[in-house]
């Protein structure tokens, strides 16, 4: 069946380098993706998304990257921080369908 | 307070015990959803609810079973618990689907012994 997946289950980067979070998707009619964050003990938290009919959108310190042609997306992460270690799920969406979750990526930051 | 809230927050229970796992949300949002999640299989959908006296199957939702009688509520209830179904459980809710994200609750960690 269709399904949303990360390359990396734990990332673990030094404080202030940038970090990269991938994942591949492979519903081609998803036309909505979405990054969240979720820290020990709580529910995920929003953080960016990105229409198909985009290929890149910067919030602060955050960039999503999306390519269409190898369905991969990214979350960069600008001058990590101690605050930023946390799992980290992509999302996609499919018309009115409710969102389909990766595994999730562990990303620990090292001070 | 405004958001979206869980109760319990931490629940355990006996094997093949009714159990009920509360949500609200004070937002009138629309659509509701309930997850767990379990480690090695991140967040999987259980129920979802388009609006009130609507629902709908999730990827797993063999052992549950959902009501929407008022618009800020959606509990979920496990029938007769199995060890199966220890993990945490995260309601979320949506003005407008998918589009636009959830927001989350933050959780209730339901062991069945």
């Known amino acids: 069946g269709e399904s949303v997946g990360l390359h990396l289950p734990t990332l673990s980067v030094q404080e202030g380098d940038n970090s990269i979070i991938n994942c591949a998707y492979s519903n081609s009619a998803s036309d909505y993706f979405i990054w969240y964050k979720q820290e020990s003990g709580k529910g995920p938290q929003f953080i960016i998304d990105i229409r198909s009919n985009m290929d890149k959108r910067q919030g602060q310190r955050v960039t999503v990257l999306l390519n269409k042609t190898v369905k991969h997306l990214s979350l960069q992460i600008a001058a990590t921080q101690p605050g930023d270690s946390a799992v980290y799920f992509c999302?996609?969406?499919?018309?009115?369908?409710?969102?389909?979750f990766g595994k999730g990526t562990r990303l620990s930051v090292i001070a | 307070d405004a958001g979206i809230t869980q109760s319990p927050r931490y629940k355990i229970t006996e094997t093949g015990r009714q159990v009920t796992l509360m949500c609200h949300q004070t937002?009138?949002?629309?659509?509701m959803f309930w997850y767990r999640q379990d480690l090695g299989h991140g967040l999987r959908l259980i129920y979802y609810?388009?609006?009130?006296?609507?629902?709908d199957k999730g990827e797993v939702p063999d052992g549950y079973v959902v009501s929407r009688s008022k618009t800020e509520n959606f509990p979920l209830t496990l029938e007769s618990a199995t060890r199966s179904q220890t993990s945490v459980y995260f309601c979320?809710?949506?003005?407008?689907?998918?589009?636009?994200?959830?927001?989350f609750g933050s959780g209730t960690r339901l062991t069945v012994v």
């Open positions: 999302a996609e969406v499919s018309g009115n369908t409710p969102l389909v």
């Open positions: 979320a809710s949506s003005a407008v689907g998918g589009l636009g994200g959830y927001t």
């Open positions: 609810s388009a609006a009130a006296d609507i629902t």
């Open positions: 937002w009138s949002h629309s659509y």
